[in-house]
């Protein structure tokens, strides 16, 4: 890809996904195919170009192909109950090393109608041994966790953090422990929202790489407290 060139999400796309949402039958997705394949191709160019301008920074991205990170839009036939939609109403890449099936934290793309669009990043569903490390990682070094997240990049883009918590500290953790107000978070993930007008018309590379940079310290924290085992 010419840097000097922008890349833009296909026009189509959120009227495409929009009608999914209306008409979510085989019949209809078979009518929009050949757009679904030129809106499809598309994505997978821009998870492909992400994916190359990430690993510029961090060799740990550098293997990753778009299939490794991208969601189908076929929603699990397996689990489908009767009159449950057939298809997805948005595209999702999650880009993390290990790519969308990996428990390590990561970089997520969610494109949607109607403003639902976001780039967020963190851990979804950490392993009991993976939130246990990170809550021992915060419990030690919960200062340094919070001057990330008030820097003023990451604040633009990101926000005030509202997370809901714990009603007790969790198990191996005290009332007293430092930093129990970050321990007992349920979750850490974050969201960038972005609105339909900024998704289709302004570059969309650029939109998440903007985002990238602003939370890139604060996803290296949390790497590097998933994967530190605490001191006995």
Same mark, same amino acid.
């Given at each position: 890809?010419?840097?000097? @060139? ?7 796309t ?5 009608? +999914? ?5 085989? @019949? &209809? ?5 050949? *757009? ?29 192909? !778009?299939?490794?990170? *991208?969601?189908? +839009?076929?929603?699990?036939a ?13 595209f999702?890449?999650?880009i #993390? ?11 997520? /793309? ?11 990043g963190? +851990?979804? =569903? !950490?392993?009991?041994?993976? /939130?246990?490390? /990170?809550?021992?990682?915060? =419990? ?7 001057? /990330?997240?008030?820097?003023?990049? &990451? ?5 005030e953090?509202?997370?809901t918590?714990?009603?007790?500290? !969790? ?26 007008k ?16 602003? #939370?890139k310290?604060?996803?290296? &924290?949390?790497? @590097? ?8």
């Amino acid at each position: 890809m010419n840097k000097t @060139t922008p890349m833009k999400l296909h026009h189509a796309t959120l009227e495409f996904l929009k009608a +999914i949402n209306e008409h979510n039958s085989r @019949t &209809f997705f078979a009518t929009a195919r050949p *757009l679904y394949d030129e809106i499809w191709e598309n994505v997978n160019e821009i998870c492909q170009v992400l994916i190359d301008e990430i690993a510029k920074i961090d060799s740990d991205y550098a293997d990753l192909k !778009p299939k490794d990170c *991208l969601f189908r +839009i076929y929603r699990d036939a397996r689990r489908l109950q009767e009159g449950d939609p057939i298809y997805k109403s948005n595209f999702g890449m999650a880009i #993390a090393p290990g790519g969308k099936k990996s428990q390590l934290p990561g970089f997520y /793309l969610h494109i949607q109608w109607d403003g639902q669009s976001f780039f967020g990043g963190g +851990i979804y =569903r !950490p392993s009991s041994e993976q /939130l246990y490390n /990170l809550r021992c990682y915060l =419990r030690e070094h919960g200062q340094e966790y919070k001057k /990330l997240v008030s820097k003023k990049d &990451f604040k633009k883009f990101f926000g005030e953090i509202e997370w809901t918590s714990l009603t007790r500290p !969790p198990r191996w953790f005290k009332p007293y422990d430092h930093h129990l107000d970050l321990i007992m978070k349920k979750q850490h993930l974050i969201y960038s929202p972005i609105s339909d007008k900024d998704l289709l018309e302004k570059d969309i590379i650029k939109l998440c790489m903007e985002r990238f940079h602003a #939370a890139k310290e604060r996803m290296d &924290f949390m790497m @590097t407290g998933v994967l530190t085992k605490p001191h006995k």
